[in-house]
Structure formats: C-alpha cells, structure tokens
C-alpha cells in the first residue's frame, strides 16, 4: 500500500490570505486527487491532479481558487487562494496504487 | 450523487460482529463494491473491495449478494477503535477512480 504524507497538518489563516497544501507519496501512484470535506459533511472530489499538466477541476471548483501542481508522481500542491471562513475545511489528497485508492492525514484549515 | 444508501448510525458491543449493509441497487456490471472508513476525521482508510465474490481479508469480511444490489461488511469482532464512519462507494476499477462519497454510517463500538 501507498503511504501519503502531507504538510502542514493544521493551520489557521486569516481571510484574503492563501496556503499551499503539500503532498507526498512513497511510491509511485497513478492517479492524484485533491478532495475537501467541511465540517460535518462527507467528502467532495475538488480536482484530479494531472502530472505535468492542468488540474482537471470538478463542477463547482475553479483553477483561480484552488491551483494545483504535480510536478512528478509522487508530489502534488493544492492552494487555497483567497481564503474566506467557508474555506474552513479538511483537505485531503488521495492517491491510486495497484489496487485501491489511498488517502493522506488531511490538513485541517480554520480561515478567520 | 452517491450510488449507495446507507443507513446513518449503528452500535455494536464490544467483542460480537459488526454487521454494515449497503444498498446499491443501480450497480452496473463493471462496478466495484469499496469499503473505507474514517475514524475520527482522520484520512479514511481502505478496508476492503470486491466484484462479485465474497471477499476476506485481515480487517474484515465482505458480502455482496448474487444480485449485486447490495452488501454486507462484516467486523468479526469488533473493538473500541473500530468506531468510526463507514463508506460504502460503488466505482469502476481503472486508472480514473473517482470515488463519489455518501455520508456513510456512524459506527459505534460500545464497552
């Protein structure tokens, strides 16, 4: 199985500002995912995270507020730009190994 | 939307099986039966998968009737970490595995 690791864990931001979420695999995985899941709520796919190229988002989400970067197989960045208090959420990323998908710890955002 | 229902909240005591139905009755030919949990609001965690076979693995059990249009996971014998919420996801297996999350069902493990 893939280990996911992701940085930070936690943090609290003020509103306007932006944070960059890292994501690490210990192996290569095919597919990366970016998911959120808000407080309460189960968890919604934001984008796949494409190596090399543009994320691609789904409905509802947009490149401008959450940019995503993979620059290889095993690393992905997830931004939350111009954080308001809605963006207070758990960031998750995920990534698909042989068999199955595998999920990091989740970065848990409070937006003041 | 989730292809699956579940039902919100279960307990089970503490040493006895943990009996998790899934209902997901659209279920096509070429759809996967998953099984993660969350505990905690922690990442979730894969527990099991299956096609059309039962399947066992060291976690847990999983029942998936001659139909396909529903399933059962099965904690042999439960303990207090098992608490957690239970999703039951129904997706294609593949390269693009976009897994679309109900709200699963609350576990609860009691001394």
């Known amino acids: 199985s893939a280990v996911i690791s992701q940085k930070p864990s936690r943090d609290i931001c003020q509103r306007g500002t932006s944070l960059t979420i ?20 189960s ?21 401008d507020k959450f940019p995503i970067s993979r620059p290889n197989l095993t690393f992905s960045t997830l931004t939350v730009s111009n954080m308001s208090p809605e963006d207070s959420s758990i960031y998750l990323c995920s990534g698909v190994g042989k068999e199955t998908q595998y999920f990091g710890p989740g970065t848990r955002l409070l937006v003041l | 939307d989730a292809k699956t229902t579940q039902p919100t909240s279960m307990d089970c005591a503490e040493g006895r099986a943990a009996n998790l139905p899934c209902n997901h009755s659209t279920i096509s030919g070429n759809e996967y039966v998953y099984w993660y949990r969350q505990i905690h609001s922690q990442g979730p965690q894969y527990i099991i998968h299956g096609l059309k076979n039962n399947e066992t693995n060291e ?10 249009k529903s399933s059962t996971l099965i904690l042999p014998h439960a303990t207090l970490r098992d608490t957690a919420v239970y999703y039951c996801i129904v997706s294609y297996a593949g390269n693009n595995r976009k897994l679309i999350w109900g709200l699963g069902t609350s576990l609860a493990v009691n001394p």
């Open chain 1, 22 to 41: 890292q994501c690490q695999v210990d192996s290569q995985v095919t597919m990366m995912f970016w998911y959120r899941q808000q407080p309460g709520q």
């Open chain 1, 43 to 63: 968890l919604t796919l934001i984008a796949t995270a494409n190596q090399g190229s543009e994320a691609t988002y789904e409905s509802g989400f947009v490149i």
């Open chain 2, 59 to 68: 976690m847990a059990s999983l029942i998936i009737t001659e139909d396909r």
